[in-house]
């Protein structure tokens, strides 16, 4: 099981950007081998849907439709963390952001266990 730790999250206006950022440890986790992705929640929500994923190295990327060409996911296996710039923000970004790791090729986190989550909200 993956244990993270979301952070970075704020209050921002339309068209500004955050970075998030997720610190992903676990016993027997070890980072670097797995894909990484992003995940929210809008309010009132019932699902984790998908928003970007990176693949173990960091050399392949993939993002919702409704994300592609603002937010840009990176990796630092250094630092077991995963990020999430966020630029050109718009009200409907507003969410509570999860990581996870993901299946490798898919949009499905590998695991059940999720962080706290770190809000964004986005006034207009």
């Known amino acids: 099981q993956v244990q993270p730790v979301e952070s970075g999250g704020g209050l921002v206006q339309a068209g500004g950007s955050l970075r998030l950022s997720c610190a992903a440890s676990?016993?027997?986790?070890?980072?670097?081998?797995?894909?990484m992705g992003w995940f929210r929640q809008a309010p009132g929500g019932e699902e984790r849907g998908f928003v970007a994923?990176?693949?173990?190295?960091?050399?392949?990327?993939y993002y919702a439709e409704s994300v592609k060409g603002r937010f840009t996911i990176s990796r630092d296996n250094t630092k077991n963390t995963v990020y999430l710039q966020m630029n050109s923000l718009k009200p409907e970004d507003t969410a509570v952001y999860y990581c996870?790791?993901?299946?490798?090729?898919?949009?499905?986190?590998?695991?059940?266990?999720w962080g706290q989550g770190t809000q964004v909200t986005v006034s207009s």
């Open positions: 996870n790791a993901v299946v490798p090729g898919s949009t499905v986190a590998a695991f059940g266990s």
């Open positions: 676990g016993r027997t986790f070890k980072f670097s081998n797995y894909a």
């Open positions: 994923r990176i693949s173990w190295s960091g050399g392949s990327t």
